[in-house]
């Protein structure tokens, strides 16, 4: 009792409560300056970045690389509206089947639940190799040039998987389940109605993590698709940013090619960036919103 009265009066103090404003404050501020020098940088003029350098302001205001990005709209559109139905897909699914592989594997009355887990565990240290790779996937399997080899190829991760296993064994009771059992529920019932609400704060956390995965992976593009309708906007604009490595060095015996360089890339990463920034803030919510249904339950 008295150690809630004491922990009551600290949180309300004024004086605690300045200094942890300011803390989060500081740091918050320190987080966010880079960002802030990016998308400065990405509003300067070519010349401006190679004479002063980088500052939190432009110091002279260019759309030059953002028009040299968008010489070709459609592409650019066609890469967001790839990359949004790889993300969106992939992630739902790979949440959805990861929560299965971690609820199964959860479930002390699996047969061979310690082997399964040990095959899982065995392929994050070994592997077959990329050329075996590539072949099942493009010849054995076909996936080459389809969505599906863009939502697959990336979408189980075991670390995730095990994780998700050790939050239900702490978060849902095994009472809970004998019980609904008894009631007449089966195992995939269990899973949708008791098992899918009580790990919101898991789901929310890997959730996010697969997102960004999905959004930055260009590296499957590369290597499974050639058609200009299934490129994502990571690798079109690594496409853009290899072209103009290349153009650079052909200015070095050229004198008439000149186009942004350092600009190019900080107004490339606003682009590959402002829509998970504008987006996040909504996935927060339910994020926190998920840590606060934990909470409760605990």
Known sequence: MSSKTADHKLDSAPIYTAIAYTLVAVIALICVLPFIVLVSGAFSSESAILKHGYWFWPRDFSLE?????????????????????????????????????????????????????????????????????YIWLSRNLHL????????????????????????????????????????????????????????????????????????????????FTNKDTLIPLQYLL????SSINLSAAMSQHVSNLDMPKETFKLAMTVIATGPIVLVFPFVQKYFVSGITIGAVKG
């Open 65 to 133: 690389a953002f028009a040299f990005i968008f010489r070709y709209p459609e592409d650019l559109f066609a890469g967001y509206k790839v990359s949004i139905i790889v993300t969106v897909a992939g992630t739902t699914l790979s949440l959805f089947i990861s929560m299965m592989a971690a609820y199964v594997l959860s479930r002390k009355d699996l047969k061979h639940r310690n082997a399964l887990s040990f095959f899982l565990f065995f392929t994050t240290l070994f592997n077959g190799g990329l050329a075996p790779y």
């Open 238 to 241: 690594y496409k853009m940013l």
């Open 144 to 223: 080459s040039n389809t969505y599906a080899v863009l939502i697959l190829a990336p979408m189980f991760n075991v670390m995730y998987i095990l994780i998700l296993r050790s939050f239900i064994r702490e978060s849902v009771p095994e009472p809970l389940i004998e019980s609904a059992k008894i009631d007449g529920a089966g195992d995939f019932r269990i899973f949708l109605k008791i098992v899918l609400p009580l790990t919101k704060p898991a789901i929310a956390s890997i959730g996010v993590f697969t997102a960004l995965a999905y959004w930055n992976d260009w590296w499957t593009a590369m290597m």
